[in-house]
């Protein structure tokens, strides 16, 4: 193999993908591809890729090929991080408006754009929730799971719930209708009307949704895009005011992505408990970071029960499957009285399906490619912001999650844009959402949940345009 052709092909492909000619997550040419095109043999061609690959820049998928790998973007280390929130330090009770019932219902939850992609689900998934169907008996059919939801599914959990350093087992877990509705289950558990809960800010705004509808008071508490809730900020606050409940997702958790160092998590841990203040923990995120390694729960540093540990697949897997489950320590009679109550049971054959899923080992396959789709996609973003957003906008790096933060300067209002964004087909998730003051009108939750396709890009593009207005 001639050693020139080898560096050289070796240099330009490197200097193609550093000047964005080949954008993250774009798939590289086959083997057999590239030996035509550069007139080179295969010997030449895997070599080359064996180096790329060695310097970061490629990696190789299974039976899909190679494509340009997220981690040596340079361009995305001059970004500017957002500051450290600053809320109001009183609690409030909570008003939520309408712009979020307006995203759910044009399906953009985490999207730019209104729902169009139409890509297949997951083959096995599918194989897997049909069996569960047809063999379900009349018996099954005619009545209700037990309240705790399938005995095979809470131990397929507990034993992935031990990959983030939670020790349970599957008597102290029920299932419920989703995280949203698990995270409903904790609250009323744990607090009672009027009560003051503490939540991060910027937070997730179906938390503050919840505590409207229970006529709970948000606390705010300071956080930072990279390691989330202060806890210097969670024990003054605990000086100040009688906190009942902390609302906390310490792993990748949205709007910003923030993940949660160990030492914090261990702090928080100590102060709630010399308190007997409950914890209710929404690791829905947990499984989406793009290390191998699976960050621990903020649970699993609990000794006393006063954590209630919650999640679901919707995040993960689909949002079709409302199968969530909670964790809820020494809340668990309680949790499940009020699953009864408001619930009365989960669906037998879903559970039955996932549980299939689980142990023949499809969640696992699955979350290994969508670690990876979600690392180039967010890297993606994060290219594509300096060159389609203002130089002024600032925005959190996150190493995990479905989405980042996104600041521009104070005089921007993204509340008022969002109707302005909706006439140019782009919709719009404005900071103001993800808190219950007066706050973050000049920021926006940005999402990498789904593939950069032109479509996504041109709507970004609209939205630089119109902030610069």
């Known amino acids: 193999m001639p050693e020139y052709l080898y560096q050289q092909l070796v240099s330009d492909i490197t200097e193609e993908i550093r000047s964005g000619q080949r954008a993250v997550g774009e798939r590289m040419p086959s083997v057999r591809a590239l030996c035509q095109e550069k007139t080179v043999s295969k010997s030449t061609v895997l070599a080359t890729y064996d180096r790329l690959e060695a310097d970061g820049l490629i990696s190789a998928r299974p039976r899909s090929g190679y494509f340009v790998c997220a981690r040596q973007l340079e361009n995305t280390q001059s970004l500017k991080r ?43 998934l599918r194989r897997c929730m049909a069996r569960a169907h047809r063999r379900q008996t009349t018996i099954e059919q005619m009545n209700y799971d037990e309240p705790a939801g399938s005995a095979n599914l809470r131990q ?18 029920v299932i419920t209708a989703g995280c949203q509705n698990a995270l409903l289950l904790a609250l009323m558990a744990t607090t009672r009307r009027g009560d003051v809960v503490a939540v991060e800010s910027p937070g997730f705004y179906g938390v503050f949704q919840l ?9 705010e ?62 690791d829905i995120y947990g499984d989406l970071g793009f290390s191998l390694q699976r960050p621990r729960t903020l649970h699993s540093y609990d000794t006393t029960g006063s954590v ?10 689909s949002r079709d499957l409302r199968i969530g489950w909670i964790v809820p320590g020494k809340y668990l009679d309680r949790v499940k009285q009020l699953k009864l109550i408001t619930t009365l049971s989960s669906s037998r054959s879903q559970q039955q399906g996932i549980g299939h899923f689980i142990e023949e ?26 060159q389609y957003l203002p130089t002024a906008t600032s925005c959190s790096q996150p190493q995990g999650g479905l989405s980042l933060w996104v600041e521009f300067p104070i005089q921007v209002d993204t509340v008022n844009l969002y109707k302005s964004a909706l006439d140019i087909g782009v919709i719009l998730t404005p900071g103001r959402l993800f808190t ?31 902030l610069t207005k």
Request: hydrophobic share 40%; proline share 7%; with cysteine.
């Open 82 to 124: 957002p500051s450290p929130s600053r809320p109001e330090s009183t609690p409030v009770p909570i008003t939520a408006g309408q712009i979020m019932m307006d995203i759910m219902e044009k399906g953009a939850a985490f999207d730019l754009i209104a729902a169009t992609d139409n890509n297949p689900g997951n083959d096995h």
């Open 156 to 173: 397929q959990l507990v034993q992935r719930l031990s990959q983030g350093a939670s020790q349970v087992s599957a008597d102290d877990m």
């Open 211 to 219: 505590l409207e509808a229970l006529g709970l008071k948000a606390l």
């Open 221 to 282: 508490l300071p956080s930072s895009a990279d390691h989330g809730l202060s806890p210097e900020a969670l024990e003054l606050a605990l000086q100040h005011w009688d906190i009942k409940a902390l609302v906390i997702s310490p792993c990748y958790g949205t709007p910003t992505g923030a993940c949660m160092p160990d030492t914090h998590k261990h702090r928080i841990i100590e102060l709630i408990q010399a308190r007997n203040i409950a914890v209710i923990e929404d």
């Open 308 to 317: 209630l540990l919650c999640s679901s697949f919707s995040k993960s897997l």
């Open 361 to 386: 080992g499809g969640l696992d396959r699955h979350l290994r490619l969508r670690r990876q789709q979600l690392q180039q996609q967010s890297q993606e973003l994060l290219s594509l912001i300096p």
């Open 436 to 466: 219950a003051q007066e706050s973050y009108r000049n920021a926006l939750r940005l999402s990498f949940a789904y593939p950069w396709t032109q479509q996504r890009k041109d709507a970004l593009k609209r939205l630089g345009n119109l």
